[in-house]
């Protein structure tokens, strides 16, 4: 089955230790799939099978950060 990629802009997140609080919030989420990390650029992208990005969301929150959410079809 397809997946949706959102790519988020993550201000807060720019080195590895940032990274390992996102990936213990975000992965093993249900509806999660994969997880990329552009620390250099600030980047996320979150491959998923949800019907919004709600709960992707709350759990960057979680984790003490700030997710603006970035146009994918204007992403290389």
């Known amino acids: 089955a397809g997946t949706t990629r959102q790519r ?11 990274e390992g609080l996102l990936r213990k919030q975000l992965q093993g989420k249900d509806g999660v799939v994969a997880l990329e990390f ?31 959410a970035v146009d994918t079809a204007a992403a290389p």
């Open 8 to 18: 988020y802009f993550i201000a807060g997140m720019d080195c590895p230790t940032e």
């Open 38 to 68: 552009d620390l250099i650029n600030r980047l996320l992208d979150v491959h998923h099978r949800l019907p919004d990005d709600a709960p992707l969301r709350a759990a960057i929150s979680a984790a003490g950060m700030s997710a603006e």
